[in-house]
């Protein structure tokens, strides 16, 4: 799948953001805004993808465009990947791990558990979007005999329309239930929900209906999607308002996390 792993994002936060307000609502009812930035939990859902890209320059995946389903048309995504590591659950888990504890490590409000735990929640929740629309080639572990896939990308069509709906209700869940004080990059510019969600439908629309520009996967298909992953996660984050919350922490901060 596509823009349906940036939702991912969007349902973590407000899954952190249940528990806790159940928390908070039986003992002082207090309001509570999600401490992760929204461009991050994107991030999550969609670093598998990310992490791929990385390693097909290293050589340690491939990234292969398969020329009978490129020249058929028969669906969409015409490649046929090596890529035991980034595409398998263990591997999905291991990157939200990473992620996390880079997060952990330059948030500007320590992070917490929990905070650990969405994270790798969202990249971890990347196989089960993998599962239905891939063409058999997603694993548990990177050297499995068995491999997942439902082949969904061989129905361009029903492709388009599963992403958005998942993409447009997980925006739906973000926008109707989270608190206010995760919106401020919303409240500030309106317009912002629109270019989101026009960006969103033209990416889906490319990745559906569109070919595959050259045959050069590695050097300009990977860096295309990489561009696409980080852009959309920096869009995203524009709602949230919150990216001033990565960087070094500051002392004060530190004496709290202490």
Same mark, same amino acid.
């Given at each position: 799948?596509?823009?349906?792993?940036?939702?991912?994002?969007?349902?973590?936060?407000?899954?952190?953001?249940?528990? /806790?307000?159940?928390?908070y609502t039986g003992l002082?009812?207090? +309001?509570?805004? $999600?401490?992760?930035? =929204? !461009? #991050?939990? *994107?991030?999550?859902?969609?670093?598998?993808?990310?992490?791929?890209?990385?390693?097909?320059?290293?050589?340690?995946?491939?990234?292969?465009?398969?020329?009978?389903?490129?020249?058929?048309?028969?669906?969409?995504?015409?490649?046929?990947?090596?890529?035991?590591?980034?595409?398998?659950?263990?591997?999905?888990?291991?990157?939200?791990?990473? /992620?996390?504890?880079?997060?952990?490590?330059?948030?500007?409000? +320590?992070?917490? $558990?929990?905070?650990? =735990? !969405? #994270?790798? *929640?969202?990249?971890?929740?990347?196989?089960?979007?993998?599962?239905?629309?891939?063409?058999?080639?997603?694993?548990?572990?990177?050297?499995?005999?068995?491999?997942?896939?439902?082949?969904?990308?061989?129905?361009?069509?029903?492709?388009?329309?599963?992403?958005?709906?998942?993409?447009?209700?997980?925006?739906?869940?973000?926008?109707?239930?989270?608190?206010?004080?995760?919106?401020?990059?919303?409240?500030?510019?309106?317009?912002?929900?629109?270019?989101?969600?026009?960006?969103?439908?033209?990416?889906?629309?490319?990745?559906?209906?569109g070919s595959a520009p050259?045959?050069?996967?590695?050097?300009?298909?990977?860096?295309?999607?990489?561009?696409?992953?980080?852009g959309s996660c920096w869009?995203?984050?524009?709602?949230?308002?919150?990216?001033?919350?990565?960087?070094?922490?500051?002392?004060?901060?530190?004496?709290?996390?202490?």
């Amino acid at each position: 799948m596509w823009i349906a792993h940036f939702a991912s994002g969007e349902y973590r936060e407000r899954l952190l953001l249940t528990d /806790l307000t159940i928390c908070y609502t039986g003992l002082i009812a207090k +309001p509570f805004a $999600p401490r992760v930035p =929204l !461009a #991050i939990l *994107a991030l999550a859902g969609a670093l598998p993808d990310a992490v791929f890209f990385l390693l097909q320059f290293l050589g340690i995946e491939t990234f292969n465009l398969d020329a009978y389903i490129a020249e058929s048309k028969r669906g969409c995504f015409p490649y046929s990947n090596d890529y035991p590591y980034s595409h398998s659950l263990a591997g999905m888990a291991a990157s939200g791990v990473v /992620l996390a504890v880079l997060y952990k490590l330059y948030a500007r409000v +320590p992070a917490t $558990p929990k905070d650990m =735990l !969405a #994270i790798i *929640a969202a990249s971890a929740s990347h196989f089960l979007l993998e599962w239905p629309s891939h063409r058999k080639d997603t694993k548990i572990t990177p050297h499995d005999d068995t491999a997942f896939g439902a082949g969904l990308f061989d129905y361009p069509v029903a492709t388009f329309v599963v992403e958005n709906v998942i993409f447009f209700f997980g925006l739906w869940v973000y926008l109707t239930i989270s608190p206010q004080g995760s919106k401020a990059g919303l409240q500030a510019n309106p317009n912002l929900l629109k270019i989101v969600g026009a960006v969103m439908v033209v990416q889906q629309t490319i990745f559906c209906f569109g070919s595959a520009p050259t045959h050069e996967t590695r050097w300009v298909h990977a860096p295309i999607f990489l561009t696409e992953i980080l852009g959309s996660c920096w869009l995203l984050g524009l709602l949230d308002g919150q990216g001033h919350s990565v960087g070094v922490q500051t002392p004060d901060a530190l004496k709290k996390a202490k």
